[in-house]
């Protein structure tokens, strides 16, 4: 039985992951730099970890079992992070939800492997159609783009796809494994704060301006809320033992291209041509199949 704290949980991270995404494209319509953004969003995010609970001290948390993962997380948070906004910002927004979220394909065939979820025809055709769904979604309109143009469209998506589905099945792996429910904000902190400073080091090589950064930094302050409630109540859920992560991962990403893809119409009247249209209905199809 899925209690009512769990819903809530599930529905925070929902919320704030589609307001993630949207976040980036309103950055875009202000002129704001992400390079600053992102590293302000981490040290939000590392703030607010230290400020949930009680961190023990830097030789303890190196010591964890889970240290390792916590920095190959950190490395996709933040690299994730920059290629879902490249997406929302030159695809869309929808198609940057839905590749990212339809990534739950590479968590849940983890599920039956190694975690032994429950596997039948329904699940098997949702994991195929998602592919589907994120190849029409990413796919521009006949004519309208060269072949170089059309190769890049398709390929960026795709990087987001693996690159997230990749992120989940380490935070699945460290939270079935190595986590116990006290330790969820700690871990989650740590990963950030690999995510931090693997930022200033993209941050230096780029090397922006500061001065003309300062409502970039104020934006990160406010995406690193969002982005430490995501992540930490998402590893809440999966901590719930009524469901099977492949039931979690789908349910999860039905929600996140749902409130993003309607927000994105409402706010920014994002345009949806035919096939990003069918795209968008195959993949709530597949992630509902996946759920059932």
């Known amino acids: 039985m899925i209690s009512i704290r769990c819903m809530g949980y599930l529905l925070t991270s929902i919320l704030c992951s589609a307001c993630i995404t949207l976040g980036f494209r309103a950055m875009t319509l202000w002129r704001m730099k992400l390079v600053w953004a992102v590293p302000a969003n981490y040290l939000t995010c590392v703030l607010l970890g230290l400020w949930m609970t009680h961190t023990p001290g830097p030789g303890r948390i190196v010591a964890e079992p889970w240290i390792f993962l916590a920095m190959l997380q950190g490395g996709l948070l933040a690299g994730n992070f920059y290629l879902l906004a490249y997406t929302a910002q030159k695809v869309g927004v929808s198609v940057a939800a839905l590749s990212s979220r339809l990534a739950v394909a590479l968590p849940v065939v983890m599920g039956f492997i190694v975690f032994g979820d429950s596997i039948d025809l329904i699940k098997a055709i949702g994991l195929l159609a998602s592919l589907l769904a994120l190849y029409l979604a990413s796919t521009p309109q006949r004519g309208s783009l060269t072949g170089r143009s059309r190769t890049t469209d398709l390929g960026i998506p795709a990087l987001t796809f693996f690159g997230f589905g990749l ?15 006290s330790e969820h904000h700690t871990y989650v902190m740590s990963a950030f704060f690999f995510a931090f400073v693997t930022s200033i080091v993209i941050l230096w090589h780029r090397r922006q301006d500061l001065f003309d950064s300062v409502r970039s930094i104020l934006a990160g302050f406010v995406l690193g809320c ?3 409630t995501a992540l930490f109540t998402l590893t809440r859920v999966l901590s719930f033992q009524a469901w099977e992560s492949s039931v979690v991962f789908p349910t999860y990403s039905v929600g996140v291209v749902v409130v993003s893809s309607l927000s994105a119409y409402l706010i920014f009247r994002e345009f949806f041509s035919l096939r990003r249209l069918s795209g968008i209905g195959i993949g709530l199809a597949a ?4 759920n059932i």
């Open 226 to 228: 969002l982005n430490y």
């Open 167 to 181: 992120h989940f099945c380490v935070l699945k792996i460290a939270q079935h494994f190595y986590l116990s429910v």
């Open 287 to 290: 992630v509902i199949l996946l």
